[in-house]
């Protein structure tokens, strides 16, 4: 099996950038997933594929990708992102998430 | 509309067993691997166990292997997770989703306790 660590909280104020890491080996090899999910809600798919946004995800959503870490980024958060966040991957018979990353903004 | 609604959680006591169901409609279910996944009270989410479109290539996290199995029957557009010995740390809300991640259930809450 293997792991991917996130940090357990970011912080920012409205219309700041929030940046969000997630770090495993099998992120060299492997594609990203990024999840958005808010109290009491399913996990909504926000990044695919380390840097793709589904439609209907704002673009102020991105990823990037560099090595063993990849990055999600929120330009100029909003309150309403205000969520859990939790970066996945699939490698062979396994798949994982991450521990997630609440994002505060205010 | 893609729809993924998952019903059969409960209250069960230790070492019960209980089965989940998950009805999927608005798209072609044959067509789609699947996956369950939960979440305990408060914690983050767990890969539970993975299936592909025609169950030929099953996969399970090390926590629930040889517990749990998961089905599908694609004639009837649904999936399922067979639940036994279950275990306090079993308790969780779980979501069945497309294994592309793009649709998800609203989740069927299990509780293990006595």
């Known amino acids: 099996s293997y792991e991917l660590t996130q940090p357990s909280s970011v912080s920012v104020s409205p219309g700041q950038t929030a940046r969000i890491t997630c770090s495993g080996d099998v992120l060299a090899k492997k594609y990203a997933r990024w999840f958005q999910q808010k109290p009491g809600q399913a996990p909504v798919l926000v990044i695919y594929?380390?840097?793709e946004r589904p439609s209907g995800i704002p673009e102020r959503f991105s990823g990037s990708s560099s090595g063993t870490t990849v990055t999600l980024t929120i330009s100029g958060a909003q309150v309403e992102d205000e969520a859990d966040y939790y970066c996945y991957s699939a490698a062979d018979n396994n798949r994982v998430f991450g521990g997630g990353t609440k994002l505060t903004v205010l | 509309e893609v729809q993924l609604v998952e019903s059969g959680g409960g209250l069960v006591q230790p070492g019960g067993s209980l089965r989940l169901s998950c009805a999927a409609s608005g798209f072609t279910f044959s067509s789609y691997s699947m996956n369950w996944v939960r979440q305990a009270p408060g914690k983050g989410l767990e890969w539970v166990s993975y299936?592909?479109?025609?169950?030929?290539?099953?996969y399970y996290a090390d926590s629930v292997k040889g517990r749990f199995t998961i089905s599908r029957d694609n004639a009837k557009n649904s999936l399922y997770l067979q639940m036994n010995s279950l275990r306090d740390e079993d308790t969780a809300v779980y979501y069945c989703?497309?294994?592309?991640?793009?649709?998800w259930g609203q989740g069927t809450l299990v509780t293990v306790s006595s």
């Open positions: 594929k380390d840097s």
């Open positions: 989703a497309r294994a592309s991640s793009d649709y």
């Open positions: 299936i592909s479109s025609s169950s030929s290539t099953i």
